[in-house]
């Protein structure tokens, strides 16, 4: 589950804050508004636990409850 964490889209150069989350795209709280990005097809960088992980879209293609990074 990715919500309240930072992070960053590599494809799109936008971060933000994980506000909301589905099977298929995240909702992010950036400086120029909430934007829903797509996970398939994206790359991203969590920062988590101090440390920064990156993850394709294709793997947490899922629901939140269905993995655990």
Request: aromatic share 8%; net charge positive.
């Amino acid at each position: 589950m990715l919500i309240g964490y930072k992070v960053k889209v590599l494809e799109r150069e936008m971060e933000g804050i994980v506000i909301d989350e589905t099977r298929n795209t995240i909702v992010l709280k950036t400086p120029k508004g909430i934007k829903r990005v797509i996970k398939d097809g994206n790359r991203f960088i969590v920062n988590m636990y101090n440390k920064e992980i990156k993850v394709s879209g294709k793997e947490i293609k899922m629901r939140s409850w269905e993995y655990a990074l």
